[in-house]
């Protein structure tokens, strides 16, 4: 498992250190300068909180995802309070960790969130909720423009189907129903109107892109 | 001997017979000292009335007088009376009457003296002070007492006696018989251990504590029973379940080893979809099992539920309306309660669905959000086809799937999903005619 992920994240062209057990896990994380930390729950000699917790005991503040077989709710409560920054349960597509793990890496320390976000041609506004392509208003619902919110923040990244699900939605569980592709497509058609070129990719089989901001 | 005394029912029967004994010997040695105080103190107001009417008849005739009675009194000693006397001079030396002792000092003690007849004896004996120094003593033997003493000793020791082997037959006698109905309740544990799990618990119909025990320990058989059965039924099922889409999955896999690359991406494509549900049937057993297990309860918070209910809808309208179908939603404002905010996200998002998936193009489907005193109602109505209200309590049934639906996706847990949820929220989950179609209402409590 770890060696299937190891090489493919090796692939993807990340730097991958491992560690085979909770006590070599929390020996690297405090020593060496990670940009994100991948932890397994279940871990021979430590558990993945228990490293969890001395990490930020230690005030280590490196992003962590943390990976787990248990798709219990109170599972991922815990973990989330322990101070992991997400969540991904086994099995996993391979894309669904890629996506979240450039989601996270490039998230950095949240000083102050941004308040105004750009990509190419489309501008929005978080604090006015405005939209604007080319500087003309454009009117989205908003669930629409969370949407789009969180598909410019990762601009140029990956963003899955289950990521939108449970950041614009708060819902950790898989409606049969295409809500995120409706709500993506009536979004699309909303900027795109009047035949302009399309600013949202589709990844198949893995979500959602903002085309390169510099090329529109 | 040694099972003996590891058995509970023999040391408890030992135990209280023991309690017994120990009480009845307390109870002796209180009497005998009450009745051994209480008679020596007879002995000596006694021997006080004697002195002192011994000192009337001195005052009144003096040193004759004195002996005089003494010795009419000794006469009568002769004839069975109980009573001694003695007249020391200063000198210690015995003057008058036959109580053969040395000169006491003064008060009331127990004195040894020399019976003519019996030899040394013991004797409780009152010294007075006459004029001149001389002294009068006045001694009753204790031989009395000692009867009385001897008596209650010997008829408590004979009980104390008595009632240990009786403590000792009894407790043999209780032990045995505990050990006994114990036992028909362990070999009856044993061959249900043994595999036997058809097999109930002995009662003797005599409804005592012991037959309230297998009664009871029989009810928690049948629901064990009930549950390994329901289990099996599960496990059944979900290997049914399984075995068609796995068996699809190998037959294309095995397929696609023969046709051209572009086909094999496609089959590939098409595997991992088919993996995808199979996974996600794992993840719905999973889900209902922690929902039924009730510990997410210390998760709950308030939901702000119109919010949420209005949301949802809103969310599932566009989607709704590519389907063909049409979707209206009619919401009470303002209305909270406590619970799982993605349970029941989860629950409306079910009944949805079902009502998506159940029904032919052009259905009406309606959500509307209600409150009574007690309860808030989610109600998701259809125009379909319907349910036959037979089978309104069948469809909440894990992995039911009427004939009718056989053919369509899902994996029969829907429904009984949402039935889970409602009863983790202490709600419940029922259906109604919708005239046509079907109405599936979510009740839960109003927090």
Same mark, same amino acid.
């Given at each position: 498992?770890?060696?299937?992920?190891?090489?493919?994240?090796?692939?993807?062209?990340?730097?991958?250190?491992?560690?085979?057990?909770?006590?070599?896990?929390?020996?690297?994380?405090?020593?060496?300068?990670?940009?994100?930390?991948?932890?397994?729950?279940?871990?021979?000699?430590?558990?993945?909180?228990?490293?969890?917790?001395?990490?930020?005991?230690?005030?280590?503040?490196?992003?962590?995802?943390?990976?787990?077989?248990?798709?219990?709710?109170?599972?991922?409560?815990? !973990?989330?309070?322990?101070?992991?920054?997400?969540?991904?349960?086994?099995?996993?597509?391979?894309?669904?960790?890629?996506?979240?793990?450039?989601?996270?890496?490039?998230?950095?320390?949240?000083?102050?969130?941004?308040?105004?976000?750009?990509?190419?041609?489309?501008?929005?506004?978080?604090?006015?909720?405005?939209?604007?392509?080319? !500087?003309?208003? &454009?009117?989205?619902?908003?669930?629409?423009?969370?949407?789009?919110?969180?598909?410019?923040?990762?601009?140029?990244?990956?963003?899955?189907?289950?990521?939108?699900?449970?950041?614009?939605?708060?819902?950790?569980?898989?409606?049969?129903?295409?809500?995120?592709?409706?709500?993506?497509?009536?979004?699309?058609?909303?900027?795109?109107?009047?035949?302009?070129?399309?600013?949202?990719?589709?990844?198949?089989?893995?979500?959602?892109?903002?085309?390169?901001?510099?090329?529109? | 001997?040694?099972?003996?005394?590891?058995?509970?029912?023999?040391? @408890?029967?030992?135990?209280?017979?023991?309690?017994?004994?120990?009480?009845?010997?307390?109870?002796?040695?209180?009497?005998?000292?009450?009745?051994? &105080?209480?008679?020596?103190?007879?002995?000596?107001?006694?021997?006080?009335?004697?002195?002192?009417?011994?000192? @009337?008849?001195?005052?009144?005739?003096?040193?004759?007088?004195?002996?005089?009675? &003494?010795?009419?009194?000794?006469?009568?000693?002769?004839?069975?009376?109980?009573?001694?006397?003695?007249?020391?001079?200063?000198?210690?030396?015995?003057?008058?009457?036959?109580?053969?002792?040395?000169?006491?000092?003064?008060?009331?003690?127990?004195?040894?003296?020399?019976?003519?007849?019996?030899?040394?004896?013991?004797?409780?004996?009152?010294?007075?002070?006459?004029?001149?120094?001389?002294?009068?003593?006045?001694?009753?033997?204790?031989?009395?007492?000692?009867?009385?003493?001897?008596?209650?000793?010997?008829?408590?020791?004979?009980?104390?006696?008595?009632?240990?082997?009786?403590?000792?037959?009894?407790?043999?006698?209780?032990?045995?018989?505990?050990?006994?109905?114990?036992?028909?309740?362990?070999?009856?544990?044993?061959?249900?251990?043994?595999?036997?799990?058809?097999?109930?618990?002995?009662?003797?119909?005599?409804?005592?504590?012991?037959?309230?025990?297998?009664?009871?320990? $029989?009810?928690?058989?049948?629901?064990? +029973?009930?549950?390994?059965?329901?289990?099996?039924?599960?496990?059944?099922?979900?290997?049914?379940?399984?075995?068609?889409?796995?068996?699809?999955?190998?037959?294309?896999?095995?397929?696609?080893?023969?046709?051209?690359?572009?086909?094999?991406?496609?089959?590939?494509?098409?595997?991992?979809?088919?993996?995808?549900?199979?996974?996600?049937?794992?993840?719905?057993?999973?889900? @209902?099992?922690?929902?039924?297990?009730?510990?997410?309860?210390?998760?709950?918070?308030?939901?702000?539920?119109?919010?949420?209910?209005?949301?949802?809808?809103?969310?599932?309208?566009?989607?709704?309306?590519?389907?063909?179908?049409?979707?209206?939603?009619?919401?009470?404002?303002?209305?909270?309660?406590?619970?799982?905010? +993605?349970?029941?996200?989860?629950?409306?998002? $079910?009944?949805?669905?079902?009502?998506?998936?159940?029904?032919?193009?052009?259905?009406?489907?309606?959500?509307?959000?209600?409150?009574?005193?007690?309860?808030?109602?989610?109600?998701?109505?259809?125009?379909?086809?319907?349910?036959?209200?037979?089978?309104?309590?069948?469809?909440?049934?894990?992995? &039911?799937?009427?004939?009718?639906?056989?053919?369509?996706?899902?994996?029969?847990?829907?429904?009984?999903?949402?039935?889970?949820?409602?009863?983790?929220?202490?709600?419940?989950?029922?259906?109604?005619?919708?005239?046509?179609?079907?109405?599936?209402?979510?009740?839960?409590?109003?927090?």
């Amino acid at each position: 498992m770890a060696e299937f992920v190891a090489r493919g994240l090796d692939e993807l062209g990340h730097n991958v250190v491992r560690a085979s057990n909770g006590v070599d896990a929390l020996h690297l994380a405090t020593t060496e300068p990670l940009d994100l930390a991948l932890l397994d729950r279940m871990l021979p000699q430590m558990d993945g909180l228990t490293v969890l917790r001395r990490l930020r005991a230690a005030k280590i503040e490196t992003p962590v995802l943390l990976l787990t077989a248990l798709g219990r709710i109170d599972d991922r409560v815990e !973990g989330l309070e322990a101070g992991a920054d997400d969540y991904l349960v086994k099995p996993f597509a391979f894309s669904e960790l890629a996506a979240r793990i450039n989601a996270l890496a490039r998230r950095g320390p949240i000083n102050s969130p941004p308040t105004k976000l750009e990509c190419g041609p489309l501008s929005m506004d978080l604090l006015r909720r405005e939209v604007r392509r080319n !500087g003309e208003l &454009i009117i989205l619902q908003p669930r629409e423009f969370r949407l789009l919110e969180e598909l410019m923040h990762n601009a140029e990244r990956a963003v899955t189907r289950t990521m939108l699900l449970e950041r614009v939605w708060g819902f950790h569980f898989d409606p049969q129903t295409n809500i995120v592709e409706t709500h993506i497509s009536r979004t699309r058609a909303k900027l795109n109107e009047g035949g302009k070129p399309d600013l949202i990719e589709t990844l198949r089989g893995v979500g959602y892109r903002m085309r390169p901001c510099d090329e529109a | 001997m040694t099972r003996r005394r590891k058995s509970a029912a023999y040391r @408890i029967a030992f135990a209280y017979s023991a309690a017994i004994a120990i009480g009845i010997a307390l109870l002796g040695t209180i009497i005998f000292w009450a009745m051994h &105080i209480a008679f020596t103190r007879q002995l000596d107001a006694m021997i006080e009335d004697e002195v002192q009417t011994l000192i @009337i008849e001195y005052r009144s005739g003096g040193e004759a007088e004195l002996r005089d009675a &003494i010795a009419q009194r000794e006469r009568l000693t002769q004839q069975g009376a109980t009573l001694y006397y003695a007249e020391f001079e200063p000198n210690g030396r015995r003057v008058f009457g036959s109580l053969n002792t040395a000169m006491p000092a003064l008060g009331m003690h127990d004195i040894a003296f020399v019976d003519p007849t019996e030899g040394a004896d013991q004797a409780r004996g009152l010294a007075v002070e006459l004029p001149d120094h001389r002294r009068l003593l006045v001694a009753a033997d204790r031989e009395w007492v000692e009867q009385i003493d001897r008596t209650v000793l010997v008829t408590f020791t004979a009980g104390f006696l008595a009632v240990i082997g009786l403590g000792i037959v009894g407790a043999l006698l209780l032990g045995g018989y505990l050990r006994k109905r114990l036992r028909a309740i362990g070999s009856a544990a044993e061959a249900i251990i043994g595999g036997d799990i058809r097999r109930r618990m002995p009662a003797s119909g005599r409804g005592d504590e012991f037959d309230q025990l297998a009664g009871v320990l $029989n009810a928690m058989l049948e629901e064990i +029973e009930r549950l390994l059965e329901n289990l099996r039924q599960v496990s059944s099922d979900v290997a049914h379940d399984l075995r068609s889409p796995l068996s699809h999955l190998r037959n294309a896999l095995e397929e696609s080893t023969a046709g051209s690359a572009e086909s094999r991406e496609q089959v590939i494509a098409d595997a991992i979809r088919r993996v995808d549900e199979i996974l996600s049937l794992f993840a719905a057993i999973l889900r @209902i099992s922690e929902i039924e297990s009730g510990e997410i309860r210390r998760l709950f918070k308030p939901v702000e539920l119109s919010a949420l209910i209005t949301d949802l809808a809103e969310s599932y309208a566009p989607a709704v309306r590519e389907g063909g179908r049409s979707l209206t939603w009619s919401i009470e404002p303002g209305l909270t309660m406590t619970g799982d905010r +993605e349970l029941i996200a989860q629950a409306v998002t $079910n009944l949805l669905e079902n009502a998506l998936r159940h029904t032919p193009v052009g259905t009406e489907i309606h959500i509307d959000l209600a409150s009574s005193a007690k309860n808030v109602r989610i109600a998701v109505a259809d125009t379909g086809p319907g349910v036959a209200d037979s089978d309104w309590s069948l469809i909440t049934r894990r992995f &039911i799937r009427l004939e009718s639906s056989r053919s369509r996706a899902g994996h029969g847990l829907g429904l009984n999903l949402v039935a889970a949820i409602a009863r983790l929220h202490q709600g419940q989950l029922s259906f109604a005619d919708n005239a046509p179609g079907l109405v599936a209402q979510f009740d839960l409590p109003r927090s």
